[in-house]
C-alpha cells in the first residue's frame, strides 16, 4: 500500500508560518531565534571554560567559533525568511534529508513552506554546525538546561521514588506501589494506580523546556505539584496499606498531608484534560500480561523520570515483561530524550557525582534530600530501574525517522522506516509523548476539532475513510497541547475554550489523552 499524502499534498491544509495569526508563524518569528540564541551562549560559555592543559583547546576553539557563525546564521535566515538550502555534513540520515528537500521544498523557504517542516529542518541544521566539526560533533548544546530542569524537580522525584520503593508494611519490602498492586491485573488497587499513572504521564509532559523558555523554575515546581497531589493521593488511601502505617511512614518524610487536600488538586486538573480516553486504554492494558510496550519519548530530565515511573508500574503490576523506549539521535526540540539522556538520567539517582561537579553540594548524589529514608529511596529506585535495563527488561533504542521532517503516517511504508516498523509491530501498546509526536500523528494539519483522533492518524488508526496499516497495535497520545491543532473534540468544546482562554491551544495547560484502539 502506497502512503496517498505528502509534505505537498497532506490530508488537509498543513500549519504553515505564512500565517501570521498561527502559532508556527511565532515560532518561527520569535521563539526559535531566543532557541538558537541560547544555543550560541552555551557554546560560547563551553569554549570559554576550555582547561588550559587541554591540548586540543586551539582547535576546539576554533571548531566553537565556526559552530557559532553557522547558528548565529540561522537566526539571520529565519528573522529573514532566506531559502532552504541543502545540509552539507555526513550524517547518515543527510541522504534523506536532501532527498526531502529537493523533492517536496526545492524553491522554498522557512514561512513558506509547512511549520512542521521547517521547524525539523532548523534542529537538523544545528546539528548540522556540530555534525561539521571533529571535537563537537556529539556535544548537545541543550543539556545544561535539561538537567538544570531536572534537578530542580527534585521534590516531585523524591515524593514519587519514596511511594514506589520504601517500604511501609513493617517487616516487608513492600513500597506503597507494590501494595496497590499486589493483588493482582485485575484488582482495584491496580486500576486505580493506573489511573493516577495516566496522569502523572500526561501531566510531567507539561514541564517541558521548549515551552518554559527561560525554565521558570517556580512553575516547574507548581506543574510537578499536579503528579505529587496524584501520587500521594492513591497511597493514602491504598487499599492493602494499613493507612496507619503507610501515612505515618510518608508522613514522616512530610509527603503525604490530606490525601482529600491532595485529590482536590488532581481533580482541579482534570477539566484540564479536553479529551479523555482513559477508561479506553485501560480497557486494553488491563487485558495485557507480560506484553510489550513502545514509548515514544519526548522530553528528558522530570518527563523522562515519569516514563519511568509508567513503565515500572507497567512491569510490576504483569501487563508487561519488555518496554521498548525511543529516543532521539540528535539534540532534539531543545529537551527531547538521546540515548545518554537516558543513562544519564538513571545514574543521578544512585551513582556519587564525579567530585569536579556540584561542590556546593554536600550529598555526593545529584540528589540531595536531607532524609535519608528519601535518600534510600532514590539509591534503591535507580538500582532496581538500571536492573531493568541490565536485565533487557527495559530496552532504549533510537532510529533517524523519529528526526526526521515526516509525520508518522509514513512510518509502515516509507522505505528507510522498514526496519524500525517491523520491529514497532511487534509490540501491544505505542506510546507517544508529548506535543511534536501528536503533530506528526495528525500531520500537522488544520483538522477540524471534532474530527476523530482515529481519522486523523491516518494509517495507524481505523476511520470511516482510512484503513489501518497492517500490525499497527493500540496507540494513545498523552498529549500536553502546544500547536494550534487538536482533533477528537466533542461539539462545542472548541468555541467554549475560546471563551475561557484565547491561548488555551499552545500554552501548555491543557491536554488531550488520545486512544486508537
Ligand atoms: O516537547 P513537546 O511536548 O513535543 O513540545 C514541543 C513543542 O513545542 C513547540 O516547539 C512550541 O511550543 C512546538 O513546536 C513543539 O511541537
Known sequence: MTQPYTPLNPPQKALSGQDKHSFGYSTLSTRLPVIVSKIVDDVYRSYHSLSDSDPFKKEKEQEAKKIIELIGGLRYELQRDKPFRPLTDKREDVEEWNQALATYYPTSSWYKASWLFSEC??????KEAFAL?????????????????????????????????????????????????????????TRDAFFEMVQVSLWGNATDLSLLDNPDLEKVEELQKRMLSSSTSSN??????????????????????????????????????????????????????????????????????????????????????????????????????????FQWTLDQLHHPQPSSSDSSSSSPYFFNPSDPIEQQALLALGQKWQSYVDKGTWKIVSHEFWTSCYSFYHLPTHPSTQDLFESMRQSDLWIFKGDLNYRKLVYDCKWPTTTPFTEAI????????????????????????????????????????????????????????????
Not at 481505523?462 to 482533533?487: H, I, M, Y
Request: a negative charge; one cysteine or more; charged letters at 25%.
Open 121 to 126: 529542518y532548523l534542529y537538523r541544521r544545528i
Open 133 to 189: 566539526t571533529e571535537h563537537w560533533k556529539d556535544y548537545d548544546p541543550f543539556f545544561q538546561q535539561k538537567r538544570t530542569v531536572f534537578k530542580s524537580s527534585q521534590k516531585a522525584v523524591v515524593s514519587m521514588a519514596v511511594q514506589l520503593t520504601t517500604p511501609v508494611v513493617p517487616g516487608t519490602k513492600l513500597s506503597v506501589l507494590d501494595l496497590k498492586v499486589q493483588e493482582g491485573p485485575d484488582s482495584k488497587g
Open 236 to 341: 493514602a488511601s491504598s487499599a492493602n496499606a494499613s493507612p496507619a502505617a503507610s501515612t505515618v511512614h510518608l508522613d514522616q518524610l512530610g509527603v503525604v498531608k490530606n490525601p482529600e487536600e491532595h485529590a482536590s488538586e488532581l481533580e482541579k486538573h482534570a477539566d484540564k484534560i479536553l479529551s479523555n480516553d482513559s477508561e479506553l486504554l485501560w480497557s486494553k492494558v488491563k487485558s495485557l500480561r507480560n506484553g510489550r510496550v513502545d514509548i515514544i519519548l519526548d522530553n528528558a530530565g522530570f518527563e523522562l523520570y515519569v516514563d519511568f515511573v509508567i513503565a515500572d508500574y507497567l512491569i510490576r503490576a504483569g501487563f508487561a515483561s519488555e518496554i521498548v523506549f525511543h529516543a532521539k539521535r540528535i539534540p532534539w526540540f531543545v529537551s527531547d530524550v538521546m540515548p545518554a539522556d
Open 458 to 517: 491516518g494509517p495507524l488508526g481505523q476511520g470511516e475513510k482510512n484503513e489501518k496499516a497492517e500490525g499497527v497495535p493500540t496507540l494513545v497520545s498523552f498529549r500536553t497541547c502546544k500547536a494550534d491543532v487538536v482533533v477528537g473534540l466533542a461539539e462545542g468544546v472548541e468555541a467554549k475554550m475560546d471563551q475561557i482562554e484565547p491561548n488555551w491551544m499552545v500554552n501548555g495547560e491543557y491536554a488531550v489523552i488520545s486512544v486508537s484502539p
